[in-house]
């Protein structure tokens, strides 16, 4: 189902993230908070491949241990947009008249927040920290999820399938789980991977920006936000923690690319 | 589009604007502890005092006077004073406003040059390898976060050439944040022209172009582009999120004064004043954008419906 070259990099890169955040500190070669495991801030070797940090701790093992921060933390995030906006979609768009209406515009207002600028805000509220992060980033999601959800939910109602089940007298619950719920699946799977890579950048991003990840926690955001003031004298800090963020991210997105060329059937005209 | 439709539309934004006003008003009484406390910043002060802060804060009043007065004075522009410097919260947006104007224009520069480039030499020839390359780099525009590659950027053309400085505001220093800001809106917009111009290149009048013996380049440069151009440019009002999103980035990294880094130090430094007035003023700026491109797009091409 892959397919194409790219959706095949991207998938042993997600894979090799996934056994690295699993299996990290098991084959990390150092503890990734031990400090002076070597000299502060000294260059890539042998015995430490990625160099280290100004505290003297080996950052190829940090990046490792990175591994369970970014993605794990993009996926809870993607999971939090995911069950919220889809029931919020879901319950309006079948509820139908003044809920849905006021719903709908509730959803729109809320859409008008620049997505960062409205993670940023419920960050302002909750505090900083890398759940907080996460949990901002993830509410912020849910309104875009819950538009595309309501959509889609709308049309399939109006389906003869849908109409058929109601006239057997299948109960609404039914009728949601058995019915709709696996026509919405393949599109929610697309809005998921489509959204997956955003979110591990924008975690990162809030961790970067002090908001999320605090010290020394080894999220890559927050690493090259520590290795920020000693770029000049040792870019390797800043080098390989974006590297990883930046491989990890563009392996979601060839991978969400192609499913969504897959599963999408409005995209199949495309690719 | 007529006069109707764009009163309509423009009346369609006060509900929007209340909702999303409601929003910041709610968050920022979500906020855990004694607003009087956070403005006085650890300070010992009287109880006389703190009733006299209490007072001017607004704070000793029900919700609903406090609402009610928050939405007069957001319609105003009052934002209220700083917590930290005690400015008018409008006044500060108002001296940060041109730095992020200059780079919200810089990176949308070098976004569109980028983005239009990529996305109409993959789609005048799509599903070929160029196609996949010129896609594959604008994934990657879209994959690359904003502050490594500021960063890596500050280390190589400033640091190790020399050829731009990292910090102040001339235009000089200009060059760097644009190109980090600019890389992911070419990477959104070359997907977005691509499908555009894919598209249109199946259309009569191309055929029609390319059946009176007109060059391939002034098919694509005249006609195919110049109608591929048109949804692009309907989303241009989406680009805004972005560019406000990435201004907080790369003000951040690159030490520059701005909104973004504004409302970054206001959520680190606790002062909520700032952050309601930064929020709200944003949004509604994305707002009015968004109607003012859907208004000029029912102008100027009028297949679209009111």
Same mark, same amino acid.
């Given at each position: ?271 | ?5 764009? =009163? #309509?539309?423009?009346? %369609? /934004?006060? $509900?929007?604007?209340? !909702? ?6 709610? +968050? ?89 480039? =990529? #996305?109409?030499?993959? %789609? /005048?020839? $799509?599903?070929?390898? !160029? ?6 780099? +604008? ?168």
């Amino acid at each position: 189902m892959l397919g194409t070259p790219g959706a095949v990099a991207g998938g042993v890169v997600i894979l090799a993230v996934l056994v690295l955040a699993v299996l990290a500190p098991f084959v990390a070669p150092y503890d990734w908070n031990a400090t002076s495991q070597c000299r502060r801030l000294a260059p890539m070797s042998a015995a430490h491949w990625f160099g280290c940090d100004l505290f003297g701790r080996d950052l190829l093992s940090r990046v490792m241990v990175g591994a369970r921060y970014s993605l794990g933390l993009g996926i809870s995030t993607v999971v939090i947009s995911l069950v919220f906006g889809a029931t919020l979609g879901v319950v309006i768009a079948y509820s139908g008249g003044q809920v849905d209406r006021l719903g709908v515009r509730v959803i729109d207002a809320l859409l008008c927040f620049p997505p960062i600028i409205l993670a940023i805000l419920i960050v302002a509220v909750l505090g900083v920290g890398l759940w907080n992060a996460a949990l901002a980033v993830g509410i912020s999601g849910i309104p875009r999820f819950a538009r595309i959800t309501r959509a889609v939910t709308l049309s399939l109602t109006a389906r003869e399938f849908v109409e058929a089940a109601r006239a057997i007298g299948a109960s609404s619950r039914r009728v949601v789980l058995r019915h709709l719920l696996p026509n919405l699946a393949p599109i929610l799977i697309v809005l998921t991977t489509l959204d997956l890579g955003s979110a591990v950048l924008f975690t990162a991003t809030l961790s970067f920006l002090g908001l999320g990840a605090q010290p020394p926690t080894p999220e890559w955001g927050a690493m090259l936000n520590a290795g920020r003031e000693y770029v000049r004298y040792a870019p390797w800090t800043m080098v390989f923690p974006g590297l990883a963020l930046f491989l990890t991210v563009m392996a979601v997105n060839l991978v969400g690319d192609r499913l969504s060329a897959v599963l999408d059937p409005r995209q199949r005209s495309r690719r | 589009m007529n006069a109707r439709a764009v =009163l #309509g539309r423009l009346i %369609g /934004v006060v $509900p929007t604007l209340i !909702i999303t006003w409601t929003v910041v008003f709610g +968050a920022m009484r979500l906020v855990p502890g004694d607003p009087v406390l956070l403005m006085l910043q650890g300070t010992p002060v009287s109880d006389a005092a703190m009733a006299a802060a209490r007072a001017k804060l607004g704070v000793d009043q029900p919700l609903v006077v406090q609402y009610v007065e928050f939405l007069a004075g957001a319609v105003q522009g009052d934002f209220g004073d700083s917590f930290r410097s005690r400015l008018p919260v409008t006044q500060l947006i108002a001296g940060e406003f041109p730095y992020t104007l200059h780079l919200a224009l810089g990176g949308l520069l070098v976004g569109v040059v980028l983005g239009v480039s =990529l #996305g109409v030499i993959a %789609g /005048v020839r $799509p599903d070929g390898w !160029i196609d996949t390359l010129c896609m594959t780099l +604008a994934l990657g525009g879209l994959s690359l976060p904003s502050f490594w590659i500021a960063m890596l950027l500050i280390q190589v053309f400033a640091t190790m050439l020399g050829w731009v400085p990292v910090l102040g505001t001339g235009l000089n220093a200009l060059i760097l944040p644009s190109i980090s800001l600019g890389l992911f809106i070419a990477g959104g917009l070359a997907r977005l022209i691509r499908n555009s111009i894919i598209e249109v290149m199946g259309q009569d009048y191309i055929r029609t172009a390319r059946a009176k013996g007109l060059p391939e380049f002034l098919v694509i440069g005249k006609h195919a582009m110049r109608n591929a151009m048109i949804p692009p440019l309907t989303l241009l009002g989406i680009q805004f999120a972005t560019l406000i999103g990435g201004a907080v980035v790369t003000e951040t990294v690159f030490a520059r004064p701005g909104i973004g880094r504004l409302l970054v130090l206001a959520v680190l430094e606790k002062d909520f004043p700032v952050v309601q007035g930064v929020v709200a003023l944003t949004t509604a700026a994305y707002v009015l954008i968004n109607v003012a491109v859907d208004i000029a797009t029912g102008i100027i091409d009028p297949r679209v419906e009111a």
